[in-house]
């Protein structure tokens, strides 16, 4: 069933730990730095592209408010009770899971996104392994100026994360989505991780 539509109603508990719905970057970095950046505006459509455990998901439900919708996806669903448990105790209505292996294809209607997130998931894909079809779906999916943030470990070593060669610089990124219409509009720094901003031209 094709996703986006509406409903509605924000709150969140940013001392709170995810607990059992297992590991996430949010808590590894300045998340309330990342989403300033992000500048997500009221009644904004967010879609979390391989969402994990939820936590940027449920942080942006709050942002975006009753009028937006938050799109939590992932093709792993263990999770999603924990998900949508903590929503509720947060009384958030906005907020919903979807089931997609993003590498296929994104089970969205077109041009019904704001703005698509992308958290500690490339390298795990490489941008010219076997997701090919995930940026041309990205595309599809966004509205006309539609936004993507891209949040990856940085490529140096470190005690912790995916090996080097796994990771994937700035500049090899920009220049892999550069090839599917996308223009960078910023570089963030997140300690270990950085962040990265796009905006899709579909030139």
């Not at 019904?112 to 992308?118: E, G, Q, Y």
């Not at 990856?152 to 989505?177: H, N, Q, T, V």
Request: hydrophobic letters at 35%; charged letters at 30%.
């Amino acid at each position: 069933m094709k996703q986006c539509r509406e409903e509605h109603q924000p709150g969140f508990n940013k001392g709170k730990r995810h607990g059992h719905r297992g590991p996430s970057s949010f808590y590894m970095l300045d998340s309330s730095l990342a989403f300033e950046k992000m500048n997500l505006e009221k009644g904004t459509t967010f879609v979390d592209l391989g969402c994990g455990a939820g936590d940027y998901s449920l942080y942006a439900a709050k942002i975006v408010g009753e009028k937006g919708k938050v799109y939590a996806v992932d093709v792993w669903t263990e999770m999603f009770d924990g998900i949508m448990e903590e929503a509720r105790s947060l009384q958030l209505t906005n907020i919903e899971t979807v089931e997609s292996d993003i590498c296929k294809a994104i089970n969205f209607e077109d041009t019904c996104a704001d703005h698509c997130l992308l958290a500690t998931v490339m390298h795990a894909q490489k941008v010219t392994g076997k997701c090919k079809n995930l940026f041309p779906e990205i595309v599809r999916i966004l509205k006309p100026c539609g936004k993507l943030t891209v949040i990856e470990c940085k490529k140096e070593e470190m005690p912790f994360g995916p090996p080097l060669e796994m990771r994937i610089s700035p500049e090899e990124l920009e220049d892999a989505l550069r090839g599917y219409g996308f223009r960078k509009q910023e570089y963030v720094d997140l300690g270990y991780y950085y962040m990265m901003l796009f905006e899709a031209t579909k030139d």
